[in-house]
């Protein structure tokens, strides 16, 4: 039997990894505990509306991402919104969707623990079940990796270092409103941090008047363990100050990111011990952007791969 990887998080890191690992010839398996493709890059579907709740817009900087999305935009798994600026076509889970075909994934499957079994790490998935693999990526926000490395018995100091900021995010439609402002705008005022008229990217349903508000991050941190509907009237008076659509709203709703922007990364593109196979990466390893998850996921993906290829 070849070599078997487990990859945890079904986000553009995990599943940047999972192809690279999966084009190398090694058997790859993805846990993720939600429903979805896609982590972050997410889209919230409810009363025929849809919200971009996470992920604005993916752009590129350097050359293989650069390459990346031109596939992405290749497939129409992405769209421009403006110049160089792309969102996920139709929804932002399009790309998650595009680099997950093929591959194997096990959904609702939250992995609480990692354990060594001789040279090889067992993978407790819950309800998923467990497995064995010879090596184990944690594609995760830094702070949820922390406790299934803990329990592997592995630390790595620079994971210590990383810091994220939370956002809440507020989903709010008009039925009857009139609105001619900007697409977007990023207010530097108290409560918000970016607003998005959702309904004017490309492939949307123009028709209805749809917003995604992000609360900065001060914001958010202060109001952290706020329910939803204690949360959601104030951003929604902030839009409304900031929009001038004073009409109610037929859709409201708020969804807290508990770790959604990196303020500190770990300052390398993963974190692998490859004597014991196991390691993890993320957008926290390099940066705060879709374009640092993909290039975490494609260094971590080649790490793991080498260290197979030595089996
Ligand atoms: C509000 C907000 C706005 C943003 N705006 C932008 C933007 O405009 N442009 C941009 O480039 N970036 C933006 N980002 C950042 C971007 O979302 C991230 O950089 C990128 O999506 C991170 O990808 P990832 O694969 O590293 O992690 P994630 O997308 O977080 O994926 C991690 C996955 O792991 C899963 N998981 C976690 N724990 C477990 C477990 N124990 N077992 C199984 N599965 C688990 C999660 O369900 C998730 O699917 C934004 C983020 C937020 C929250």
Redesign the pocket.
């Known amino acids: 039997m070849g070599a078997r990887a487990a990859i ?9 990894a999972a192809r690279s690992l999966q084009q190398a010839g090694v058997e790859v398996v993805v ?4 429903r ?7 889209t919230r579907r409810a009363c025929e509306l849809q919200f971009d ?7 590129a900087k350097g050359p293989a991402f650069t390459e990346e999305l031109e596939r992405w935009r290749a497939c129409g798994a992405v769209a421009e919104w403006f110049a160089g600026a792309f969102v996920g076509a139709p929804r932002m889970t399009a790309p998650a969707r595009l680099l997950g075909e093929g591959l194997t994934v096990v959904h609702g ?4 623990r990692v354990e060594p079994r001789g040279s090889q790490w067992l993978v407790h ?1 819950g309800d998923a079940g467990e497995q064995t693999f010879d090596a184990v990526a944690l ?3 830094a702070p ?2 922390a406790p ?1 490395l803990a329990s592997a018995g592995v630390t790595f100091e620079a994971l210590e270092r990383v810091q994220f900021a939370p ?1 809440w ?1 507020l989903m709010a439609a008009f039925d009857a409103a009139a609105y001619d402002g900007p697409g977007w705008m990023a207010p530097e005022g108290d409560v918000l941090a ?1 607003l998005a008229r959702d309904s004017a990217k490309p492939g949307r349903d123009a028709g209805r008047l749809t917003f995604t508000a ?1 609360a900065n991050a001060a914001w958010s941190r202060q109001h952290l363990e706020d329910a939803p509907d204690v949360v959601a009237p104030q951003l929604l008076a902030a839009t409304q100050r900031l929009t001038g659509v004073r009409a109610e709203p037929s859709y409201l709703s708020a969804h807290r ?1 508990r ?4 303020e500190h990364p770990a300052g390398e593109p993963f974190l692998f011990d490859r004597y014991r196979r196991i390691g993890a ?4 390893c390099l ?7 993909f290039e ?2 494609r260094a971590m993906g080649a790490a793991v791969a080498a260290a197979l290829g030595a089996l």
């Open positions: 945890i998080g079904a986000g553009i890191a995990g599943l940047t846990f993720e505990k939600s979805g493709l896609g982590g972050r890059m997410a709740h996470g992920v604005q817009y993916v752009s499957a939250l992995v609480e998935a594609a995760t926000p949820q990796a299934i956002c995010a970016w992000h990111w770790f959604a922007l990196v990466c993320g957008d926290w940066g705060a952007r879709v374009e640092s998850a975490s996921g």
